[in-house]
């Protein structure tokens, strides 16, 4: 089996690279080659840990594995951050395993690969704009995924805004100006909004955005988290990787239990890359409800064992 070790990753993955294994694993997904199993998530009842695994089987790549890992609150302590993950791949011929890859960078990368893929599709035209809400850790992944769209300009709001400093950083970084603002400013300026908080009730509301609009809502993963109005949910085109996880523990929970929007309304971001739907046609704004499923996970490590073998950085060891 191999073995790419979390410290290699970062040397090895490149947004670009992350991008393009996303947008085939969606494309895999709508033609109903891949699926996602259901995923597993304990609190453990040691070290207040939440450990889970997320798995899925690519039938037209060829990947078959899981992530496994999940949230040690008290990590510090151990010099570690507090999200720890790995992904295994297996032979899909044999059922033998073919790999253990770092997943905490992929994690991070495969996430912000989403949201970019769903701005390739859904932004409106002539994007301009990106708003910005939230400024923690993957804030500054989600910044620099986006830009494979050309935008001028980044506005940014955040609860605590002593971290806009993480904003404002990486637009310099990316060579673009950067804009703190008020919300109502954002969702009137940003042609596209990233959303990337663990809020648990919604910040942008209905009225705040103006014009056509994309917006990527990337921070609810769980239940009970939310980052938008209902209402501006109800007014978006809505899409999302998997339907199952969105309307459980995506943005849509909120509007689908009130009965705002239908379940049957969300649509799959790779039935657009597909070219098995329209996309944008003529909405004013669409939405990305990016909830994270475990095929992600497999396809970024698969991208990064195909280029760690090339390289030579793949550790090799008789299984
Ligand atoms: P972080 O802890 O580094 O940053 C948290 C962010 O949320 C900051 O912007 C902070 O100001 C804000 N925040 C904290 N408490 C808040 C509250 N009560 N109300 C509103 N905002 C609050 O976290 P991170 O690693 O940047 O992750 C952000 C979110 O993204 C988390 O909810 C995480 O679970 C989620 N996430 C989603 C996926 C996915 O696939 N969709 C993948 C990874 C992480």
Request: charged share 20%; hydrophobic share 45%; glycine share 10%.
């Amino acid at each position: 089996m191999y073995v790419v070790a979390e410290k290699e990753i970062a040397g090895l993955m490149t947004p670009a690279a992350a991008f393009e294994a996303i947008e085939a694993m969606f494309a895999s997904m709508a033609s109903r080659k891949a699926y996602n199993f259901p995923v597993v998530r304990e609190a453990i009842g040691y070290e207040d840990a939440l450990y889970g695994f997320k798995g899925g089987f690519d039938g037209a790549g060829l990947v078959l594995g899981l992530k496994a890992g999940g949230y040690w609150p008290h990590n510090q302590k151990h010099n570690l951050i507090n999200h720890q993950s790995t992904v295994f791949l297996f032979d899909p011929d044999t059922g033998r395993v073919k790999a253990a890859i770092g997943g905490n960078l992929l994690t991070a990368l495969r996430t912000a690969a989403a949201s970019a893929v769903s701005i390739k599709y859904l932004a409106p035209k002539g994007a301009k704009v990106l708003g910005m809400i939230g400024a923690g850790h993957q804030s500054a992944f989600q910044m620099r995924a986006a830009a494979v769209h050309q935008f001028e300009k980044v506005v940014g709001w955040n609860p605590h805004p002593e971290m806009l400093s993480r904003l404002a950083d990486t637009a310099a970084e990316l060579g673009l100006p950067f804009e703190a603002v008020e919300l109502d400013q954002l969702g009137a300026d940003a042609d596209v909004i990233v959303s990337i908080t663990s809020s648990f009730a919604p910040m942008l509301m209905d009225g705040h955005v103006k014009g056509a609009t994309h917006i990527a809502a990337m921070g609810t993963d769980t239940k009970g988290k939310q980052e938008l109005d209902p209402a501006l949910v109800a007014r978006a085109r809505v899409f999302t990787d998997e339907v199952a996880q969105s309307v459980s523990i995506g943005e849509t929970q909120h509007a689908v239990a009130s009965g705002l929007i239908a379940e049957s309304a969300i649509s799959e971001l790779g039935a657009v890359v597909a070219g098995l739907h329209e996309g944008r046609g003529t909405a004013e704004v669409t939405l990305f409800d990016g909830t994270g499923v475990g095929l992600q996970d497999l396809a970024v490590a698969n991208k990064v064992l195909e280029i760690a073998i090339e390289k030579g950085i793949a550790q090799r060891s008789k299984s």
